[in-house]
């Protein structure tokens, strides 16, 4: 009677964890609100013309255009929305897009911009055999529909001035260091090798000294490989189709979704610059797990998560180089363990598929699910994110909970 009466205390993990749920909080909303923002904007922008709503069935690349979330406007959301203006301003597209009843044939052969291109080549369809219909959501395979790409395409409303060096590797482009992407390297370096002097992080990877089993290392490395994989998707997902205006992630989004439009871009940057990206998702990840308890399992869980960041960085530079350019031990780590320059090209040609950038094996996972929830449903799959980005540490505080609960358990039961 006494041992069923008598209850462990509540659990101080979950006290010490408020920090990081409070974190989670603030993270899902922002990505709630990231819904409501889309629901707001196509409402004042198409509610006076819906049939801009249905561009991107009516037209081919609708989304597809690096800069542009509608191609019915002139990339002029933001002034318009602070602005006196009522009505949504559009530009010479979506006029013609108005006088045609957005007809493809009718556009296609036009030349909106006056720029020597027509909309037709301008969105991929230079000889104008697109249609309507299941292709115009469904997957795109080079070899079936040779009457259009997705890659390399413009916005019909402003005249194409495009980059001298698209698809060339002249000299490589000095960058300006950023000091936001520096100061979050500084914090990475500085947190590691706390941990590493005082923390017994050498010992957890190096040595046998640690609490950590060999093979629940070894385990947790391929664990950790198989989330990030995934991880990259996700964030290849989200960042291909964010609207570059939103604050924080629409600058990300911008900056990453420009090399469809130059795909060799990345490679004319320093492999430090495209890889420090990944120091701004190591600040948040360190932060994190400062907020509240972690065990040693999850931060070795999470070290090579960084591990597996920057190889997930530097795996989508190499597919952008032809194949007779890398090192031979890039090939080598392309047949087996990395993306492949073929298979992420597939990507490319797509646009709506193969988002994962480390492997591509969990393709396997993302593709199946981004056709229950298509890929330009980008603020829906931020909330998916978030509730994968915790997952881990939620899984931990569960464990490190239950072992607490357990252990006050046995010391009652001693009492008893």
């Known amino acids: 009677l006494l041992r069923c009466s008598i209850r462990p205390a509540p659990s101080d993990v979950m006290r010490q964890s408020r920090w990081v749920i409070g974190f989670f909080a603030l993270s899902l909303t922002c990505s709630f609100l990231l819904i409501l923002e889309r629901e707001i ?14 561009l991107v069935n009516k037209v081919p690349n609708a989304r597809h255009v690096w800069f542009a979330w509608n191609l019915a406007d002139t990339n002029n959301y933001l002034p318009w929305l602070f602005g006196k203006d009522k009505m949504y301003q559009i530009g010479l597209f979506g006029y013609h897009a108005l006088m045609t009843n957005a007809s493809w044939k009718a556009l296609c052969t036009m030349d909106s911009d006056k720029d020597g291109l027509s909309n037709g080549v301008e969105l991929g369809d230079p000889c ?13 395979e080079i070899r079936h529909n040779l009457e259009y790409r997705r890659w390399l395409v413009s916005h019909p409303s402003h005249p194409t001035k495009r980059n001298k060096h698209v698809h060339s590797f002249p000299q490589m482009e000095d960058v300006p260091w950023s000091v936001v992407k520096m100061a979050a390297f500084a914090f990475m370096i500085l947190q590691l090798s706390l941990w590493f ?3 017994g992080l050498g010992d957890d990877l190096f040595t046998r000294k640690s609490p950590l089993s060999t093979g629940l290392r070894a385990f947790l490395i391929v664990l950790s490989f ?22 924080i992630i629409g600058g990300l989004a911008g900056g990453f979704r420009y090399h469809h439009e130059d ?28 907020l509240g308890p972690h065990s040693r399992g999850l931060r070795f869980f999470w070290v ?13 530079r190499w597919t952008h180089f032809p194949p007779d350019e890398l090192h031979w ?11 492949s320059h073929e298979r992420h090209m597939e990507h490319h040609q797509d646009l709506e598929k193969q988002f994962t950038i480390l492997s591509g094996h969990t393709d396997l996972i993302l593709d199946p699910l981004v056709k229950l929830l298509p890929a330009a449903h980008y603020d829906y799959w931020c909330v998916i994110g978030v509730l994968w980005f915790f997952l881990p540490v939620f899984v931990d505080l ?14 009652v039961d001693d009492k008893v």
């Open 41 to 54: 904007r196509e409402y004042f922008a198409f509610r006076d013309r819906p049939l801009f709503r249905e």
């Open 128 to 140: 104008c055999h697109w249609e309507p219909g299941a292709l115009a959501s469904g997957d795109f």
């Open 197 to 199: 002097a005082f923390g």
């Open 226 to 247: 198989l989330y990030m994989d995934l991880s990259s998707g996700v964030i290849h997902l989200i960042l291909d189709y964010a609207p570059p205006f939103l604050p």
């Open 263 to 290: 795909p060799t871009a990345i490679c004319r940057i320093s492999w430090f610059e495209y890889a420090s990206h990944t120091h701004l998702l190591a600040v948040v990840v360190l932060f994190v797990l400062r």
């Open 304 to 316: 090579w998560g960084l591990v597996w960041s920057h190889l997930f960085q530097s795996a989508h």
């Open 329 to 339: 031990w890039v090939t080598g780590l392309q047949r087996m363990l990395v993306l």
């Open 398 to 411: 569960w464990l490190l909970s239950d072992e607490k609960m357990s252990s006050a358990s046995g010391k």
